[in-house]
């Protein structure tokens, strides 16, 4: 069973170099999904202010659905709410959503969450704006970052973007590409002058989760046969000894009984040769 899922069409890149906390993003997510500020499907990780007076310094991303090659959310809701479409964009449809969070759990990212102001909290998360791509625009939070710091375009671009930053500011950005092997691919990289667990990103296994369900799902028939086998082998072993055993009892028991009623045949014909002896006698 293969690891490998087939990568998306579209991808972001995120300069966190460019970012300057601004938060244009945020709001255009808000008017683009008609929520609130608090709850977009967007939010900012960062460094917060680090070094001394006058050296300080301070990071910050944006951070949103990294739209995985191979979703562990898909891989985790039972009612098919989340999916992953044929360009790679993860889709949720708040119609089948039951409000399990299942998919909260198995994100490595911690991407799906929940919107509290409602009464029967469903899930919230970034589509792409899926709306805007029909139309030939890019998503809001793009099109509106005033320093450039997301842009969008064809995945593959976007990562050899990525790679060429790196290569041509080597002392600029560290040498990881956020997003590209992360949880088994995914369509939005980052690049980043500090390493990306002082920005508060989640460090994940370069395997999907997703592909070691399907590991365990998929081997569970085969090892629960073979679990069978034996203890049916063990069974008949076991039924077969027993049996053994009844047989062996059942014909020593007749041995016994035999002997046994050979022997007072042979008492009583003692007796009987002794009385006729006496009245002979």
């Known amino acids: 069973m293969s690891t490998q899922a087939t990568p998306?069409?579209?991808?972001?890149?995120?300069?966190?170099?460019?970012?300057?906390?601004?938060?244009?993003?945020?709001?255009?997510?808000?008017?683009?999904?008609?929520?609130?500020?608090?709850s977009t499907r967007i939010w900012m990780n960062g460094t917060?202010?680090?070094?001394?007076?006058?050296?300080?310094?301070?990071?910050?991303?944006?951070?949103?659905?990294?739209?995985?090659?191979?979703?562990?959310?898909v891989s985790a809701?039972?009612?098919?709410?989340?999916?992953?479409?044929?360009?790679?964009?993860?889709?949720?449809?708040?119609?089948?959503?039951?409000?399990?969070?299942?998919?909260i759990y198995a994100c490595p990212f911690q991407v799906p969450n929940m919107?509290?102001?409602?009464?029967?909290?469903?899930?919230?998360?970034?589509?792409m704006c899926g709306d805007r791509l029909q139309e030939g625009e890019q998503p809001a939070c793009a099109a509106t970052c005033p320093p450039g710091a997301i842009q969008f375009g064809r995945r593959e671009d976007m990562l050899a973007k990525a790679h060429q930053l790196i290569t041509d500011h080597p002392d600029k950005f560290i040498q990881h590409v956020y997003g590209e092997h992360e949880n088994g691919g995914t369509s939005t990289f980052y690049v980043s002058p500090v390493p990306f667990e002082e920005l508060g990103f989640p460090m994940t296994s370069s395997t999907s989760s997703a592909y070691l369900n399907r590991l365990v799902t998929h081997g569970t028939p085969a090892v629960f046969g073979a679990a069978a086998i034996s203890l049916s082998g063990i069974y008949l072993t076991i039924k077969n000894v027993k049996e053994e055993s009844a047989e062996e009892a059942r014909i020593a028991a007749q041995t016994a009984v035999v002997q046994a009623a050979e022997g007072a045949a042979a008492e009583t014909a003692a007796i009987e040769a002794e009385e006729s002896t006496s009245e002979e006698a």
């Open 77 to 103: 809701c039972t009612v098919g709410a989340l999916t992953r479409d044929h360009d790679g964009i993860v889709q949720y449809d708040d119609d089948r959503c039951i409000g399990c969070r299942y998919c």
């Open 48 to 73: 917060g202010v680090v070094g001394e007076f006058p050296e300080l310094s301070s990071s910050t991303a944006p951070f949103h659905c990294m739209h995985c090659n191979d979703p562990s959310c």
């Open 8 to 38: 998306g069409k579209y991808g972001f890149l995120i300069d966190v170099t460019h970012c300057i906390d601004c938060r244009a993003c945020n709001v255009a997510c808000s008017v683009e999904n008609n929520v609130s500020m608090d």
């Open 115 to 127: 919107d509290l102001d409602e009464k029967m909290p469903l899930i919230v998360k970034c589509d």
